[in-house]
């Protein structure tokens, strides 16, 4: 059973930067993207970042490129979301997902496994 656990997240200072791991289980391969999105109330979710496991690829939206980074451990199968320079419309719950293979998707249709979520509020 897939499972994937999101951690960190809370209150974060604007201008301040976040930190966000994903702990994955159960997959029974390395092939696999690992991917962020996160979801803001009345809004659709949205893509961050995805990195793909075999290789070590990244992928970014271009709406916040210039300021988060998506890295694993892989001694500890984690994934890692770096955000800096956060604004209070970054405010959202943030979710990891996970699919098989190695076509990273920008849409969540594309991950078969999530995450419960994890709150991360923004204060100005």
């Not at 966000?20 to 961050?48: D, H, I, K």
């Not at 992928?59 to 916040?64: E, I, K, P």
């Not at 955000?83 to 190695?102: F, H, Q, R, V, W």
Request: a neutral charge; one cysteine or more.
């Amino acid at each position: 059973q897939v499972q994937l656990v999101e951690s960190g997240g809370g209150l974060v200072q604007a201008g301040d930067s976040l930190s966000l791991s994903c702990t994955v289980s159960g997959l029974t391969s390395n092939t696999y993207v690992m991917a962020w999105f996160r979801q803001a109330p009345g809004r659709v979710r949205e893509f961050l970042g995805a990195y793909r496991w075999s290789g070590g690829s990244t992928w970014y939206d271009d709406s916040v490129k210039s300021r988060i980074t998506v890295s694993k451990d892989s001694t500890k199968n984690m994934v890692h979301l770096q955000m800096n320079s956060l604004k209070p419309e970054d405010a959202a719950i943030y979710y990891c997902a996970a699919t098989a293979g190695t076509t990273i998707y920008t849409v969540p249709r594309g991950y078969d496994y999530w995450g419960q979520g994890i709150q991360v509020t923004v204060s100005s």
